[in-house]
DNA sequence: TCTTCATTTAACGTTATGGTTAAATGAGGA
DNA sequence: TCCTCATTTAACCATAACGTTAAATGAAGA
Protein backbone atom coordinates (compact mmCIF):
# COMPACT_ATOMS: atom_id res chain seq x y z
CA UNK A 1 0.00 0.00 0.00
CA UNK A 2 1.44 3.63 -0.67
CA UNK A 3 2.30 6.18 2.05
CA UNK A 4 -0.72 8.51 1.63
CA UNK A 5 -2.97 5.26 1.75
CA UNK A 6 -1.84 4.16 4.63
CA UNK A 7 -1.68 7.83 6.17
CA UNK A 8 -5.31 8.17 5.18
CA UNK A 9 -5.96 4.75 6.76
CA UNK A 10 -4.64 5.42 9.46
CA UNK A 11 -6.35 8.75 10.21
CA UNK A 12 -9.94 6.83 9.02
CA UNK A 13 -10.28 5.06 12.94
CA UNK A 14 -11.41 7.83 16.09
CA UNK A 15 -9.74 5.78 18.39
CA UNK A 16 -6.42 6.48 16.55
CA UNK A 17 -7.06 9.90 15.40
CA UNK A 18 -7.91 10.04 19.95
CA UNK A 19 -4.29 8.99 20.36
CA UNK A 20 -3.07 11.03 17.39
CA UNK A 21 -3.95 13.96 19.08
CA UNK A 22 -3.18 13.21 22.41
CA UNK A 23 0.37 12.38 21.26
CA UNK A 24 0.40 15.95 20.05
CA UNK A 25 0.73 17.59 23.22
CA UNK A 26 4.01 15.29 24.28
CA UNK A 27 5.11 11.60 24.48
CA UNK A 28 2.89 9.04 26.33
CA UNK A 29 3.25 5.33 27.11
CA UNK A 30 0.81 2.75 25.52
CA UNK A 31 -1.09 2.73 29.15
CA UNK A 32 -1.35 6.65 29.00
CA UNK A 33 -2.68 6.65 25.58
CA UNK A 34 -4.75 3.75 26.37
CA UNK A 35 -6.42 5.31 29.32
CA UNK A 36 -9.40 7.44 27.89
CA UNK A 37 -10.76 4.08 25.85
CA UNK A 38 -12.89 1.59 26.29
CA UNK A 39 -11.81 -0.94 24.79
CA UNK A 40 -8.99 -3.83 25.29
CA UNK A 41 -4.86 -3.36 25.88
CA UNK A 42 -4.74 -5.94 22.86
CA UNK A 43 -6.55 -3.72 21.03
CA UNK A 44 -4.65 -0.49 21.65
CA UNK A 45 -1.53 -2.17 20.49
CA UNK A 46 -3.22 -3.19 17.58
CA UNK A 47 -3.92 0.61 16.71
CA UNK A 48 -0.66 1.41 17.64
CA UNK A 49 1.26 -0.70 15.19
CA UNK A 50 -1.48 0.59 12.45
CA UNK A 51 0.00 4.24 13.37
CA UNK A 52 3.89 2.90 13.74
CA UNK A 53 3.25 1.01 10.22
CA UNK A 54 2.15 4.12 9.08
CA UNK A 55 4.96 5.97 10.24
CA UNK A 56 2.92 8.55 12.25
CA UNK A 57 4.05 7.41 15.37
CA UNK A 58 7.02 6.31 16.67
CA UNK A 59 7.88 3.59 20.14
CA UNK A 60 10.77 3.36 22.26
CA UNK A 61 11.43 1.44 25.03
CA UNK A 62 12.00 3.04 28.48
CA UNK A 63 12.23 0.87 31.61
CA UNK A 64 9.41 -1.11 30.99
CA UNK A 65 6.93 1.18 29.15
CA UNK A 66 7.09 1.65 25.47
CA UNK A 67 6.73 5.22 25.15
CA UNK A 68 5.39 6.52 21.79
CA UNK A 69 6.17 9.74 20.02
CA UNK A 70 4.00 11.37 17.03
CA UNK A 71 5.75 11.98 13.94
CA UNK A 72 5.35 14.94 11.50
CA UNK A 73 6.25 13.74 8.23
CA UNK A 74 3.06 12.09 6.75
CA UNK A 75 0.79 14.32 8.46
CA UNK A 76 2.50 16.99 6.75
CA UNK A 77 2.37 15.07 3.65
CA UNK A 78 -1.83 13.99 4.06
CA UNK A 79 -2.22 17.83 4.70
CA UNK A 80 -0.53 18.84 1.56
CA UNK A 81 -1.82 17.03 -0.44
CA UNK A 82 -5.48 17.89 0.14
CA UNK A 83 -4.37 21.21 0.19
CA UNK A 84 -3.24 20.67 -3.37
CA UNK A 85 -6.42 19.29 -4.48
CA UNK A 86 -8.47 22.04 -2.83
CA UNK A 87 -6.00 25.09 -3.95
CA UNK A 88 -6.36 23.37 -7.88
CA UNK A 89 -10.33 23.17 -7.36
CA UNK A 90 -10.68 27.01 -6.09
CA UNK A 91 -7.87 27.94 -8.90
CA UNK A 92 -10.29 26.93 -12.05
CA UNK A 93 -7.37 26.32 -13.87
CA UNK A 94 -6.99 23.15 -16.06
CA UNK A 95 -3.58 21.95 -15.24
CA UNK A 96 -4.73 18.34 -14.23
CA UNK A 97 -1.61 16.51 -16.10
CA UNK A 98 0.93 18.21 -13.32
CA UNK A 99 -1.27 17.87 -10.46
CA UNK A 100 -1.69 14.23 -11.10
CA UNK A 101 2.21 13.97 -11.35
CA UNK A 102 3.07 15.88 -8.34
CA UNK A 103 0.63 14.04 -6.84
CA UNK A 104 1.98 10.87 -8.21
CA UNK A 105 -1.36 9.49 -8.21
CA UNK A 106 -1.54 6.91 -11.48
CA UNK A 107 -2.14 3.59 -9.08
CA UNK A 108 -3.92 1.50 -11.08
CA UNK A 109 -3.44 3.42 -13.96
CA UNK A 110 -4.43 1.78 -17.55
CA UNK A 111 -2.10 2.21 -20.32
CA UNK A 112 -2.64 5.13 -22.13
CA UNK A 113 -3.01 5.37 -26.21
CA UNK A 114 -0.56 8.25 -26.59
CA UNK A 115 1.64 6.15 -24.93
CA UNK A 116 1.50 2.51 -26.54
CA UNK A 117 1.93 4.81 -29.39
CA UNK A 118 5.57 5.81 -28.58
CA UNK B 1 -19.55 6.06 10.89
CA UNK B 2 -19.01 10.18 12.07
CA UNK B 3 -17.96 12.32 9.17
CA UNK B 4 -13.68 12.47 9.60
CA UNK B 5 -13.82 8.68 9.62
CA UNK B 6 -15.62 8.63 6.68
CA UNK B 7 -13.68 11.35 4.73
CA UNK B 8 -10.01 9.82 5.86
CA UNK B 9 -11.30 6.13 4.41
CA UNK B 10 -12.83 7.53 1.50
CA UNK B 11 -9.01 9.37 0.99
CA UNK B 12 -7.33 6.16 1.90
CA UNK B 13 -7.48 4.72 -1.79
CA UNK B 14 -5.47 5.48 -4.54
CA UNK B 15 -8.46 5.49 -7.38
CA UNK B 16 -11.08 7.36 -5.00
CA UNK B 17 -7.66 9.82 -4.84
CA UNK B 18 -7.08 10.18 -8.79
CA UNK B 19 -11.26 10.70 -9.29
CA UNK B 20 -10.95 13.12 -6.65
CA UNK B 21 -7.86 14.91 -8.09
CA UNK B 22 -9.40 14.65 -11.62
CA UNK B 23 -12.63 16.26 -10.07
CA UNK B 24 -10.69 19.47 -9.06
CA UNK B 25 -9.81 20.40 -12.35
CA UNK B 26 -13.71 20.22 -13.16
CA UNK B 27 -17.03 18.48 -13.38
CA UNK B 28 -16.56 14.81 -15.14
CA UNK B 29 -18.89 12.04 -16.17
CA UNK B 30 -18.57 8.74 -14.64
CA UNK B 31 -16.67 7.27 -17.90
CA UNK B 32 -14.35 9.69 -18.43
CA UNK B 33 -13.78 9.44 -14.50
CA UNK B 34 -13.35 5.72 -14.93
CA UNK B 35 -11.28 5.62 -18.13
CA UNK B 36 -7.56 6.24 -17.24
CA UNK B 37 -8.21 3.17 -14.54
CA UNK B 38 -7.73 -0.59 -15.23
CA UNK B 39 -10.88 -1.53 -12.87
CA UNK B 40 -14.75 -2.59 -14.30
CA UNK B 41 -17.30 0.24 -14.32
CA UNK B 42 -18.76 -1.40 -11.07
CA UNK B 43 -15.64 -1.13 -9.47
CA UNK B 44 -15.76 2.71 -10.17
CA UNK B 45 -19.58 3.01 -9.73
CA UNK B 46 -18.91 1.93 -6.03
CA UNK B 47 -15.61 4.53 -5.17
CA UNK B 48 -18.27 6.97 -6.70
CA UNK B 49 -20.42 5.85 -4.15
CA UNK B 50 -18.30 5.93 -1.69
CA UNK B 51 -17.47 9.42 -2.05
CA UNK B 52 -20.63 10.33 -1.96
CA UNK B 53 -21.46 9.29 0.74
CA UNK B 54 -18.86 10.98 2.40
CA UNK B 55 -19.95 14.13 1.03
CA UNK B 56 -16.86 14.56 -1.11
CA UNK B 57 -18.77 14.21 -4.61
CA UNK B 58 -22.17 15.24 -5.59
CA UNK B 59 -23.56 13.43 -8.66
CA UNK B 60 -26.83 14.80 -10.97
CA UNK B 61 -27.98 13.54 -14.19
CA UNK B 62 -27.37 15.15 -17.30
CA UNK B 63 -29.11 13.47 -19.85
CA UNK B 64 -27.70 9.82 -20.06
CA UNK B 65 -24.64 11.01 -18.27
CA UNK B 66 -23.83 11.11 -14.56
CA UNK B 67 -21.66 13.82 -13.80
CA UNK B 68 -19.83 14.40 -10.57
CA UNK B 69 -18.82 17.47 -8.92
CA UNK B 70 -16.14 17.75 -6.21
CA UNK B 71 -17.77 19.38 -3.04
CA UNK B 72 -15.33 21.55 -0.62
CA UNK B 73 -16.90 20.90 2.88
CA UNK B 74 -15.02 17.46 3.79
CA UNK B 75 -11.80 18.20 2.18
CA UNK B 76 -11.49 21.28 4.13
CA UNK B 77 -12.31 20.06 7.41
CA UNK B 78 -9.84 16.92 6.92
CA UNK B 79 -7.01 19.49 6.33
CA UNK B 80 -8.16 21.35 9.25
CA UNK B 81 -8.31 18.62 11.70
CA UNK B 82 -4.75 17.88 10.40
CA UNK B 83 -3.48 21.80 10.76
CA UNK B 84 -4.80 21.73 14.26
CA UNK B 85 -2.62 18.28 15.51
CA UNK B 86 0.29 19.47 13.61
CA UNK B 87 -0.31 23.23 14.72
CA UNK B 88 -0.76 21.56 18.89
CA UNK B 89 2.11 19.30 18.30
CA UNK B 90 4.71 22.24 16.85
CA UNK B 91 3.53 24.50 19.77
CA UNK B 92 4.56 22.13 22.69
CA UNK B 93 1.77 23.79 24.72
CA UNK B 94 -0.29 21.13 26.73
CA UNK B 95 -3.59 22.40 26.02
CA UNK B 96 -4.40 18.70 24.85
CA UNK B 97 -8.01 19.43 26.52
CA UNK B 98 -9.16 22.41 24.64
CA UNK B 99 -7.96 20.45 21.48
CA UNK B 100 -10.11 17.51 22.62
CA UNK B 101 -13.30 19.53 22.65
CA UNK B 102 -12.56 21.38 19.57
CA UNK B 103 -12.03 18.13 17.91
CA UNK B 104 -15.02 16.21 19.31
CA UNK B 105 -12.84 13.26 19.26
CA UNK B 106 -13.74 11.32 22.47
CA UNK B 107 -15.91 8.41 20.90
CA UNK B 108 -15.39 5.61 22.71
CA UNK B 109 -13.93 7.24 25.84
CA UNK B 110 -14.42 5.43 29.03
CA UNK B 111 -16.17 6.86 31.37
CA UNK B 112 -13.81 9.04 33.81
CA UNK B 113 -13.42 8.81 37.44
CA UNK B 114 -13.79 12.64 37.86
CA UNK B 115 -16.83 12.87 35.91
CA UNK B 116 -18.27 9.30 37.83
CA UNK B 117 -18.15 11.37 40.77
CA UNK B 118 -19.77 14.77 40.53
C1' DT C 1 -41.61 0.89 -30.08
C1' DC C 2 -37.06 -1.18 -30.20
C1' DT C 3 -32.26 -0.68 -29.60
C1' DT C 4 -28.26 1.32 -27.73
C1' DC C 5 -25.40 3.04 -24.40
C1' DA C 6 -23.96 4.74 -19.59
C1' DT C 7 -24.32 3.41 -15.33
C1' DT C 8 -25.96 0.78 -11.36
C1' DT C 9 -27.44 -3.35 -8.78
C1' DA C 10 -27.00 -8.23 -7.62
C1' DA C 11 -24.42 -12.08 -6.30
C1' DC C 12 -20.32 -13.83 -5.31
C1' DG C 13 -15.29 -14.58 -3.53
C1' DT C 14 -11.09 -12.98 -1.08
C1' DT C 15 -8.66 -10.28 1.99
C1' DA C 16 -8.50 -6.57 5.53
C1' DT C 17 -10.15 -4.54 9.78
C1' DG C 18 -11.36 -4.22 14.50
C1' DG C 19 -12.84 -6.41 18.49
C1' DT C 20 -12.42 -10.24 22.03
C1' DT C 21 -9.94 -13.55 25.61
C1' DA C 22 -5.97 -16.34 26.90
C1' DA C 23 -1.22 -17.00 26.77
C1' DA C 24 3.55 -15.26 26.01
C1' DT C 25 7.26 -11.94 26.70
C1' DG C 26 10.48 -9.34 29.16
C1' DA C 27 12.28 -5.80 32.33
C1' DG C 28 12.19 -4.39 37.50
C1' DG C 29 11.75 -5.05 42.18
C1' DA C 30 11.34 -8.17 46.36
C1' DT D 1 15.42 -16.43 41.70
C1' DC D 2 10.55 -15.43 41.58
C1' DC D 3 6.76 -12.40 41.07
C1' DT D 4 4.60 -8.47 39.07
C1' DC D 5 3.25 -5.46 35.73
C1' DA D 6 3.09 -3.35 30.86
C1' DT D 7 2.59 -4.71 26.60
C1' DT D 8 2.39 -7.87 22.69
C1' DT D 9 1.20 -12.14 20.20
C1' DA D 10 -1.94 -15.91 19.10
C1' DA D 11 -6.27 -17.61 17.91
C1' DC D 12 -10.59 -16.62 16.94
C1' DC D 13 -15.04 -14.23 15.15
C1' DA D 14 -17.98 -10.81 12.66
C1' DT D 15 -18.24 -7.42 9.40
C1' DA D 16 -16.50 -4.29 5.87
C1' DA D 17 -13.87 -3.40 1.71
C1' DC D 18 -12.76 -4.15 -2.96
C1' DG D 19 -12.64 -6.78 -7.00
C1' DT D 20 -15.15 -9.64 -10.49
C1' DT D 21 -19.09 -11.00 -14.09
C1' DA D 22 -23.95 -11.05 -15.32
C1' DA D 23 -28.23 -8.84 -15.22
C1' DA D 24 -31.14 -4.68 -14.56
C1' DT D 25 -32.27 0.16 -15.31
C1' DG D 26 -33.50 4.11 -17.80
C1' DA D 27 -32.94 7.95 -21.06
C1' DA D 28 -31.90 8.94 -26.29
C1' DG D 29 -32.28 8.15 -30.79
C1' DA D 30 -33.68 5.32 -34.94
Do not use: Y
Not at 44 to 58: D, F, P
Not at 78 to 87: D, M, P, S, T
Not at 89 to 99: H, I, N, T, V, Y
Amino acid sequence: MDTLSQTFAALADPTRRGIVTRLASGDATVGELAEPFAISGPAISRHLKVLEAAQLIERRIDARWRVCTLKRERLAEAQKWIGEVRQFWESGFDRLEALLQSQDERTNERQRKSESKE
